[in-house]
């Protein structure tokens, strides 16, 4: 009976996910149509160049996520300045979808977290605390002075 119940536990968050899904495109999107996907695409490019550019440290992070909050973990441990690192929870922002879209663009990937150290992709979740334990982070943080 258990296997039963977990299945349609899952298969009703899925009709909810997709019902959800075609709200969204009948709608024009997020932003209920009002704007360009050029445009927004263009506005989330432009957001994650900069974020990645002007800090040593940029993480893409949502505030739910289990990995998120491993990777912040890691980096939190090593107390970066805040002038060198930034973290924003895409969660909070409208232009979530188009953000994680350019990520996957430039990282092959669109989960989160996304870590970027000194302007170049650095991992996930398992790949921060994994290079945490190993040191490798922390030569990493050390080395373009994050830290």
């Known amino acids: 009976m258990i296997p039963l119940v977990n299945y349609l536990g899952y298969r009703n968050r899925m009709l909810k996910v997709s019902f959800l899904k075609l709200i969204r495109s009948a709608s024009g999107g997020r932003n209920g149509g009002s704007s360009n996907t050029s445009q927004t695409m263009s506005a989330a490019k432009s957001f994650v160049d900069e974020a990645i550019a002007k800090n040593k440290v940029a993480v893409f992070s949502k505030s739910y996520c289990p990995y998120c909050t491993k990777a912040k973990d890691a980096l939190d441990s090593f107390k970066i300045p805040s002038d060198k690192y930034y973290c924003v929870e895409l969660d909070k922002r409208e232009d979530c979808d188009d953000i994680q879209n350019y990520l996957q663009s430039i990282t092959g990937g669109r989960s989160v977290p996304r870590v970027?150290?000194?302007?170049?992709?650095?991992?996930?979740?398992?790949?921060?605390?994994?290079a945490k334990k190993n040191g490798k982070l922390e030569k990493k943080l050390s080395e373009v002075g994050a830290i």
Not at 123 to 129: E, I, P, S, W
């Open 116 to 130: 970027f150290i000194n302007g170049e992709f650095f991992g996930g979740g398992d790949d921060t605390a994994a």
